[in-house]
């Protein structure tokens, strides 16, 4: 058989081989969802009283964090340990990571699950599921940022399997 029709033969198989391992790291760097909507009138969590829409961003855990300046930036970079809670409710707010368990106490959640509503104002209300109508009470009985630390701090976010959720591909 001739070279040159044995390569024609080789580039099919070359592309069954190859495209499949291309399109996976596709979806590996796919970005995350973001409700834009959402961005609408959102302040910046750190100073409550500027808007996020169109200043700065941040990536941070496979998402990204909309803040108002480069100085709300530097604070997260400085010590994001600090912001983490109010960072991870950011991502879940604006759609980017979805809880897949309660957070506090890392028991299934289903869509009868209790909700509860963080209601953070001007920097986004989230609605959570928990495991049951105790845990709607305790969180209750706590203020915004108790509520915020027990649900996304580091302990909370690792109990909830909070994960991301890629943007869809436009067609």
């Known amino acids: 058989m001739p070279a040159f029709l044995r390569n024609i033969l080789l580039i099919p198989a070359i592309a069954f081989l190859v495209l ?31 808007d996020v829409k169109g200043k700065k961003t941040l990536e941070y855990k496979d998402g990204t964090l909309y803040l108002c300046c480069s100085s709300c930036v530097k604070r997260i970079q400085k010590k994001p340990e600090k912001y983490e809670a109010n960072s991870n409710r950011q991502l879940v707010y604006l759609g980017q990571y979805k809880q897949t368990l309660c957070p506090l106490t890392g028991s299934e959640i289903t869509k009868d699950s209790p909700e509860f509503k963080v209601d953070g104002g001007v920097t986004g209300v989230v609605n959570v599921h928990v495991a049951s109508e105790g845990e709607v009470k305790k969180l209750s009985e706590m203020d915004l940022e108790a509520q915020v630390e027990a649900l996304f701090g580091p302990e909370g976010f690792a109990k909830g399997k909070f994960v991301v959720v890629k943007a869809t591909p436009e067609k």
């Not at 399109?23 to 970005?31: C, G, R, Y």
């Not at 302040?43 to 009283?49: D, T």
């Open 20 to 50: 499949p391992t291309l399109q996976s790291h596709a979806d590996e760097n796919a970005t995350t969802h973001v409700d834009e909507a959402k961005l609408d009138g959102l302040k910046c969590f750190i100073m409550v009283k500027k």
